[in-house]
Every structure is written in C-alpha cells, then in structure tokens.
C-alpha cells in the first residue's frame, strides 16, 4: 500500500510517544470517572478560557459562539465517549514509536509538517523536532517552503493553513527539502 502513496502531512503529531506526558489541560480527560465527570461540568466559559490558555492565540480572530460549538460537539452523539477515548487512547511504547519513525524515516514519497508555531502542548521545538530527525533531517526548522514545494496552489496553501482558528501555523517545510523522497 505505501506505493500508492503521494504524499504525507504530519500535522502537530507526536512521534516520540515513548515518553510523552499529556499536557496538563489534557490529563484530566484522561483520567477514568475524572474524564466524564470533567467532560460532563465543563462550561463553555471555562472551554473558552481553556482554548485562551492552550488553543487560540488571538481570541480576537474567533468568536464565542464558534469555541462554544466545540463543547456541544465534545457531547452531542455519545456524551463525549469518542472524544475520551482518543485522551486515554495514547499509545506510549517503543514499538509504537519505531512504527511512527519507520513510516518517517523509510518513506518514499515527499514528507511535510505543518505546525502551530506557538503551540503550548505540542511545541515546535520539541516534538516539532522529533518529526524532522525522524524523517532524516539534518536541517533546522524552517517556516519557508522549499522551492520544490512550490509545485501546487493546494500544496502550498496546506503551508499556510492554520493549526486551530486564529493561530498561525509555522510548518517545518516540506521535508524532501532535506531529504530526497
């Protein structure tokens, strides 16, 4: 299957899970009878508040009634079951993390990260860097795209998208800059 692959955009993705620790606005949901109880009082003033803190950079570029969607989301289907199964679902082993920088690092199709250059819980200069080591990097991050990337509009625009809403994304560039796919 990895030959009909084209491309692959890593998206503010761990890769070195062996030893992650959840950010602290995370762990609570990852806590069984923590997670539903804390999922189940949460207001949208105190998500709102969270998204400040963790999520939205400039609260100006996003309004109230957008971030309150999130929490009527989080619960409307299944009282927010999926959403707590991806907190806990984390798998932190060393296989998994060999199977993350396999996929990186023996990858025969151009790779690109995108990242939210102030991201508070997935830093750029940390995990951000993890992804660039394991795709074969030996360059440093950069926020301009590579000259070789500049094949497509749809391409280039996933440079320049945004990570959450009013944040600018700050992407490590495509990584067939360092390394020839």
Not at 67 to 90: P, S
Not at 132 to 155: I, L, W
Request: glycine letters at 6%.
């Amino acid at each position: 299957m990895p030959e009909r692959v084209l491309t692959l955009t890593v998206l503010n993705t761990l890769v070195a899970v062996e030893g992650f620790k959840r950010p602290w606005s995370m762990e609570p949901f990852a806590r069984r009878g923590v997670g539903e109880i804390y999922l189940r009082t949460l207001s949208k003033p105190a998500f709102r508040m969270l998204m400040r803190l963790q999520g939205v950079e400039n609260m100006r570029a996003v309004r109230s009634d957008e971030l309150d969607a999130y929490v009527d989301l989080l619960r409307i289907a299944d009282q927010g079951r999926a959403f707590l199964r991806i907190m806990r679902g984390f798998e932190r082993t060393a296989a998994k993390q060999r199977l993350y920088e396999s996929v990186l690092c023996d990858a025969r199709y151009p790779i690109q990260a995108v990242w939210g250059a102030k991201d508070p819980a997935l830093k750029l200069s940390v995990q951000g860097e993890d992804v660039r080591r394991a795709a074969g990097s030996t360059a440093s991050t950069s926020c301009r795209p590579s000259t070789s990337y500049r094949r497509t509009r749809r391409r280039r625009s996933l440079l320049t998208s945004r990570t959450s809403p009013g944040a600018d994304a700050a992407p490590l560039g495509f990584l067939d800059q360092f390394r020839s796919s």
